[in-house]
């Protein structure tokens, strides 16, 4: 033990294992047998102490390569001859079959004889590993030593390689040259796809082997690709899972609603996530959930949306979890959503366009339905039924919208999350249909809809509901791309609204006045507030003339009182109101009027021209009204009834006009139509109107025409109805087509040619504005900016544009730059 | 040091001591510890793998260490419990034990099998002795082993506070006092050099640095000491070729002073140590010293 030390100090003797060779055939032999115990679970018997440090000396001694080879020798001839064996004679025949032909065994014994194999290789691996590092913390000396000196892999690592070498890619019989590798896929392979089928499966089992192949590496690379789960389960898993759902796809499309395909198509993402959590890896997540996304969404989201029980049929069925089903299907595979949008916008732009035809429909069809407006009673002529039927279909189509886009924010926040993506699609989709060339009265009719609610609507409403309406109408106004001419429809109700006092509320009035002056901006209410400051003038005026009247001295019992409004002419359409002769101001024919009210207008002419000289008035009678006190003499009534009767007539200017003749004529005196159109200068439409008025009109006839019918003719003659018997104190007698309505063809043709004109302005000062200040621009930059101005008010057509860019240039604001390689314009100081 | 720190410290202290919780023991000549698989698992790959293993080991809950130095495995026993070893305490105590060592180095392991009495006083838990020792606690003689264990008992359980500071004060001024003692004591080197031996061997990375410094810190006080080539023979013979933790502290100590291999007892270790003389024969030729 102790070589010659023959040193004089006294020292304690060495240890015999520092100074001697290490005899390695022996140690190794013991060793060798403490492995076999060890894999044979007999460890408990043997000392961790004496097995390290042999392992310990041979390494100190230098010969830790050669223990190294010895151990691998070991493990490898270990698995090869015991493990292996073990391992093949779990495979049962129907187990390879399995591979071959699923069809040969039923699953359930396919999966008895895989479980049991999945069991035998779980409890082999298991083992190993157990083993093997018990076998590595013997040698963990020589792992730090020597493998980390001479970069061997450590004789843990190196014996799992083996484990892949010796037993994954071992054949599964001499005769049959598939790996056990391979085997193993298809195993858990073919347990998932019963487990997809319905059957349950030991996942704790499946997810041990599959540890395994997560552990293991295909080649010496140990990085996260390079694992055998990665490059041999998990590309298997993924193209077999492809093709399972490329099929499923095509029967579930084939067979079922498409509702219930979406809710099939979410549960086989959930259970494929829920797969990737218990039984495989999370890693596998992502990447199994493009291969379903792929297959059951991307590839098929435009089939399944257009299904007969698609989209289409969820819209139209209130179907809105399964339209959020589809949402949710869509967004998982496209950020745009670009199916659903689509189908989304189709529907909208359909419904929509239903919509409009149903209104076009209503507003041309036959007076049909006399029953339908209350107040006319069906006793208005034909023409008159004709416009409140069209006004009817207009306030319907309003509500239609509103009740479409009711639909659809219902839909957009119930079953798309409140897409921001999906809100824009749906307003394209609204203002597409809202301002569809092949419905132009849109404008018009959302003007007719507040008109209806501020005449009648509102009436009773809390504050909140009025609110809610006037915001309805907004919003419909916010889809209006023609501005400009929504503006003179408004004003044109208006303005009748104000001057017949028809308005329920002023409040309300000038609130949808701030609403709009939010949502369109300041110039686009310039005009309508103008108008309601001409009405508060005129009332002062009024108040003012009345006073300056009673200090005119002696009151006079015969006094008639003025109101009066006074209108800005340029404020004002008064040519809307004027009835169709009334188109030129110089034409407007001059009323007579009975000589007191002449008196009368003279005297607040007068005083007007005081307060504002060099203004000129003119009268619009037609657009008038007046109160006239009416005494009935004593004449047999139809009841028997015998006595005088007072009455409260208001009628329109013209009608006291043509009343007051008949003061001045005997009792059984009548006057012709000709006769008093020439002694009044009525034009002869409006007198007619106002002639059926006071003699056709059952309740109302305070005339009586001779021969008694509808239509009123030149040769008609009238006299007053001495016997006439009212219900009422006050009367007031309609004229005929007084209320706002629906325009005809020729009244819309004439509306937008004015609208037409008065854009040919704005076009030419926005082309001037911009010229002025950018100097030169080329033709392009020059229509994008004019209509990027514009777009606030109305879109332009090129053409009109292009038009007024000619007109402007022959006027000499602009001119062309020569020789410039693209269309230029300069401007012109 | 904060009080946590010397909380903990003391702590450690008290459970080697009195070796409560004790669930692993380790044998090694006549000697047994009474230790705590936690603490040695932790920072021994060795121990980790025998606590951890379906081996005798794991079962009996005995390790027998028999086969190594016995003074080692003290100091190493020692360090996990005080992370230091061969300081002021444990100094006095090793000096009568080495001596005995030394006599018949062999004795021990004969002896292994019979029952240690006198260590079977160590767990023992008396509470009057407590108090006698708490009461003798600022003593300035330097007690015995088992009572020192009795001194650190009470000094954790009972006197929680100003003992501690005690203690403290005297770490400190161990380490001040450290190297007269040294001189006084005489030197260390072969124990350092066999501490690193079973740090290294023991996979216990903390040991191995703090033996490799002490080996180095004594290295120059003590050339002269016969324990010299002693030690460089024990650090060459013990550790594998490629470590050069003492290697080269050893060489350097030879290059800077040559006079050294003059001496007949370091020339006869030079020629007894093949590792020693091949590197001592580069470095004389002027070649790096490991190729």
């Known amino acids: ?829 | 040091m904060d009080s946590p720190m010397i909380e903990l410290k003391s702590a450690l202290a008290s459970l080697f001591e009195c070796g409560q919780y004790s669930d692993l023991t380790i044998v090694c000549g006549g000697k047994r510890y009474p230790v705590h698989r936690v603490l040695l698992a932790t920072r021994s790959t060795f121990f980790e793998g025998a606590c951890r293993n379906g081996f005798k080991e794991a079962e009996t809950g005995v390790v027998d260490l028999s086969e190594d130095d016995a003074e080692a495995v003290e100091h190493m026993v020692h360090y996990f419990y005080h992370l230091d070893y061969l300081n002021k305490k444990s100094l006095s105590r090793r000096s009568s034990q080495r001596s005995n060592r030394s006599v018949s180095p062999r004795s021990s392991r004969f002896s292994r099998r019979s029952p240690p009495k006198k260590l079977n006083l160590a767990p023992v838990e008396d509470p009057l002795l407590a108090l006698v020792a708490a009461a003798n606690n600022s003593m300035p003689l330097t007690p015995p082993a088992d009572e020192a264990a009795f001194q650190s008992l009470d000094a954790s359980t009972k006197m929680p506070d100003t003992p501690m500071a005690d203690q403290i004060e005297d770490d400190d001024l161990e380490i001040v006092q450290s190297e007269e003692e040294l001189d006084v004591e005489g030197p260390h080197l072969v124990a350092h050099a066999k501490v690193y031996a079973i740090a290294e061997k023991y996979g216990i990375a903390g040991l191995k640095a703090l033996a490799r410094k002490k080996f180095a810190d004594e290295i120059d006080l003590h050339l002269s000491s016969v324990e010299f080539p002693e030690a460089c023979q024990e650090a060459y013979e013990t550790t594998f070729h490629t470590d050069r933790g003492l290697r080269d502290v050893i060489i350097q100590t030879f290059r800077a002073n040559p006079s050294l291999s003059l001496r007949p007892d370091v020339e006869m270790a030079v020629r007894e140590t093949p590792g020693l003389a091949f590197e001592l024969f580069r470095v004389a030729s002027g070649l790096p010293v490991s190729s």
Not at chain 1, 184 to 200: A, F, K, P, S, T
Not at chain 1, 453 to 481: H, P
């Open chain 1, 1 to 829: 033990m102790i070589a010659g030390r023959g040193r004089p100090r006294i020292r304690p003797p060495r240890r015999g294992l520092h100074g001697d060779e290490v005899d390695f055939d022996k140690t190794w032999a013991i060793i060798e047998a403490a492995f076999r115990e060890i894999h044979t679970q007999n460890a408990s018997k043997l000392s961790y102490e004496e097995l390290y440090r042999h392992a310990y000396r041979i390494v100190l001694k230098k010969k830790g390569e050669k223990l190294y080879n010895k151990v691998h020798e070991f493990e490898r001839n270990w698995l090869s001859s015991e493990v292996r064996d073990t391992i093949q004679h779990l495979i049962s025949p129907n187990l390879v079959a399995n591979a071959q032909s699923v069809s040969a065994t039923t699953p359930n014994e396919r999966r008895v004889a895989g479980e049991r194999f999945l069991k035998g290789l779980r409890k082999a691996w298991g083992d190993h590993q157990v083993c093997t590092s018990m076998l590595a913390d013997v040698l963990m000396y020589m792992d730090r030593v020597y493998c980390a000196d001479h970069r061997r892999p450590s004789i843990f690592n190196a014996a799992m390689v083996l484990f892949r070498d010796q037993i994954l890619n071992s054949t599964t019989s001499e005769t049959d040259a598939r790996t056990l590798l391979s085997l193993l896929n298809n195993i858990i392979l073919d347990q998932i796809q019963m487990e997809r089928d319905g059957d349950v499966i030991d996942k704790q089992l499946i997810k041990s082997c599959v540890w395994m192949l997560e552990a293991l590496h295909e080649d010496e690379v140990e990085s996260e690709e390079q694992r055998l789960y990665n490059t041999s389960f998990e590309k298997e898993y993924l193209h077999t899972s492809r093709a399972f759902y490329r099929g499923e796809s095509e029967l579930l499309l084939r067979d079922s609603h498409a509702g219930a395909y979406c809710k099939h198509a979410r549960q086989r993402i959930y259970e494929e996530d829920e797969r990737c959590k218990q039984t495989l890896l999370e890693s596998t997540g992502p990447k199994i959930q493009k291969v379903v996304e792929d297959e059951l969404i991307k590839n098929r989201i435009h089939e399944l949306v257009e299904m007969e029980s698609g989209v289409r049929f969820m819209i139209d069925n209130h179907r809105l979890e399964e339209l959020h089903l589809v949402y949710d299907l869509n967004r998982r595979v496209d950020d745009r959503k670009t199916e659903t949008t689509r189908a989304i916008q189709l529907r909208v732009v359909d419904m929509g366009s239903d919509i409009n035809k149903d209104a076009i429909a209503a507003s041309q069809a036959p007076a049909v339905a006399p029953a339908a407006d209350p107040a006319d009673k069906g006793k208005g002529v034909a023409q008159d039924k004709n416009l409140n039927q069209q006004t009817l279909a207009a306030i319907k189509w309003v509500e239609d919208v509103l009740a479409l886009k009711d639909r659809f924010d219902k839909i957009w926040r119930e079953s798309f999350e409140s897409d921001p993506l999906l809100q824009q699609a749906q307003t394209r989709s609204f203002t597409e249909f809202i301002n569809s060339p092949s419905f132009p009265r849109s404008s018009e009719y959302i003007s007719l809809f507040i008109d209806e609610n501020m005449k009648k609507g509102i009436k009773g409403k809390t504050e909140s509901e009025i609110d809610a309406v006037l915001e309805k109408a907004i919003i419909l106004l916010r889809y209006v791309q023609d501005k400009d001419l929504f503006e003179r429809y408004y004003k044109k109700h208006l303005c009748r609204r104000l001057l017949m006092n028809k308005s329920i509320s002023n409040e309300v009035e000038k609130q949808m006045i701030s609403k709009m002056k939010i949502e369109l901006g300041n110039n686009f209410t310039l005009k309508l507030e103008a108008m309601f400051k001409d009405m508060t003038i005129s009332e002062e005026l009024t108040a003012g003339f009345k006073r300056h009247v009673e200090g005119l001295g002696e009151r006079d019992p015969k006094r008639i009182d003025l109101s009066i409004n006074v209108l800005t002419s340029m404020t004002w359409p008064l040519e809307t109101m004027g009835g169709a002769a009334a188109d030129e101001e110089d034409q407007r024919p001059r009323c007579n009027y009975p000589p007191v009210v002449d008196k009368l207008k003279r005297g607040f002419e007068k005083f007007y021209s005081e307060k504002h000289s060099g203004r000129q008035l003119t009268w619009l009678a037609n657009m008038g009204s007046a109160d006239i006190k009416a005494v009935f003499p004593k004449v047999v009534q139809k009841d028997g009834s015998f006595k005088e009767r007072r009455h409260d007539l208001n009628v329109s200017t013209y009608g006291m006009v043509i009343l007051l003749l008949f003061n001045e004529l005997g009792a059984d005196q009548h006057m012709t139509f000709e006769e008093i159109q020439a002694q009044t200068n009525i034009p002869s439409i409006d007198l007619i109107r106002n002639l059926q008025s006071l003699a056709v009109a059952p309740k109302t006839r305070i005339l009586i025409k001779e021969p008694m019918s509808k239509d009123v003719k030149p040769t008609d003659r009238f006299s007053f109805n001495e016997g006439f018997n009212g219900k009422f104190v006050k009367i007031k007698v309609g004229v005929v087509s007084g209320g706002n309505k629906v325009e005809s063809d020729r009244e819309r043709r004439e509306t937008e040619k004015k609208n037409d004109d008065s854009r040919q302005f704005c076009i030419e000062a926005a082309v001037v504005r911009i010229m002025k200040q950018r100097k030169e621009l080329s033709h392009q930059q020059l229509m994008s900016e004019t209509l990027s101005q514009l777009v606030g008010q109305f879109k332009p057509e090129v053409n009109m544009v292009k038009k007024r860019i000619e007109s402007l240039i022959e006027r000499e604001y602009l001119e062309r730059i020569d020789n410039a390689t693209t269309d230029m314009y300069r401007y012109l100081a």
